[in-house]
């Protein structure tokens, strides 16, 4: 039987654990990305029998991190990772004249950097494989899309990834590589939860989606599954909107 090994960066983030969820033991295989070893190894030991797995502490906004996590995938599963979920990433609310060197530079390095560091140390390994051909998932944002307040860095940072991926996606389809993106409205996860804390909050936030709804993070995690397989084969260069509409949609307004 073959395997498709996936390396999963940020993999203790919501939306990588959620992923993890959509995964199946016996037919995948997984190397979780973090910088944080001990809750990689928490999360590596909840994963269901059958599921091969294993976890690197690595930090992909270096480039010597990202290597790091390409290699050690590498040499432990024989083979370079098949698929790439780029699960990196920070957000920052922030007008620009409140937003300080080091926050930019941090918002950059967590989003930016990351997705170039490790999308070009992927797409090394799967050329030097005998069959190149595979398939990458970045994550861009809504705000990339359309202005939102107080989003002038994070934007800025998620508007490149949106950028690279259809560049990328030219540069090595030839080789049977795809590469695509998921913007993603507001998802509730460990890191946004903090924005669901005030009082009335959550059916504030779902007002402002035509759906209704915020994101969850299996809203997400399906799309990239979608997007890592074979089902998606002839899709690449695209950054799917996952947004509840959000970003192309304005709905009929009821008068009462």
Same mark, same amino acid.
């Given at each position: 039987m073959s395997y498709r090994t996936l390396l999963i960066?940020?993999?203790?983030?919501?939306?990588?654990?959620? +992923?993890l969820g959509q995964l199946q033991p016996g037919r995948d295989r997984a190397a979780l990305v973090a910088r944080?070893?001990?809750?990689?190894?928490?999360?590596a030991a909840t994963l269901p029998a059958g599921l091969e797995a294993i976890?690197? @502490?690595? @930090?992909?906004?270096?480039?010597?991190?990202? @290597?790091?996590a390409v290699q050690a995938t590498s040499?432990?599963?024989g083979t370079a990772p098949d698929c790439l979920a780029h699960g990196v990433g920070s957000a920052l609310l922030a007008p620009l004249h409140r937003t300080t060197d080091r926050q930019y530079r941090d918002c950059v390095a967590a989003n930016q950097d990351s997705a170039f560091f490790t999308l070009r140390a992927w797409v090394r390994a799967r +050329?030097?494989?005998d069959a190149p051909a595979g398939s990458a998932?970045?994550?861009?944002?809504v705000v990339a899309q359309i202005g939102i307040s107080n989003h002038e860095a994070i934007a800025m940072a998620k508007g490149a990834i949106a950028s690279l991926i259809p560049a990328a996606a030219a540069t090595y389809s030839a080789q049977g590589l795809r590469i695509n993106g998921i913007a993603p409205g507001l998802t509730r996860t460990g890191a946004t939860e903090h924005l669901f804390a005030a009082r009335n909050a959550e059916a504030q936030i779902a007002a402002q989606y035509p759906l209704q709804r915020y994101g969850e993070a299996d809203d997400i995690a399906r799309a990239a599954n979608w997007l890592l397989s074979d089902a998606a084969a002839w899709v690449t260069g695209q950054v799917l909107s996952v947004?509840?509409?959000?970003?192309?949609?304005?709905?009929?307004v009821q008068r009462t």
């Open positions: 960066t940020g993999a203790t983030g919501g939306i990588a654990r959620a +992923l944080d070893a001990t809750t990689l190894a928490e999360l976890a690197i @502490d690595a @930090d992909t906004s270096t480039p010597e991190g990202a @290597d790091e040499e432990h599963f +050329l030097q494989a998932v970045l994550f861009s944002s947004d509840g509409g959000f970003s192309r949609v304005r709905p009929l």
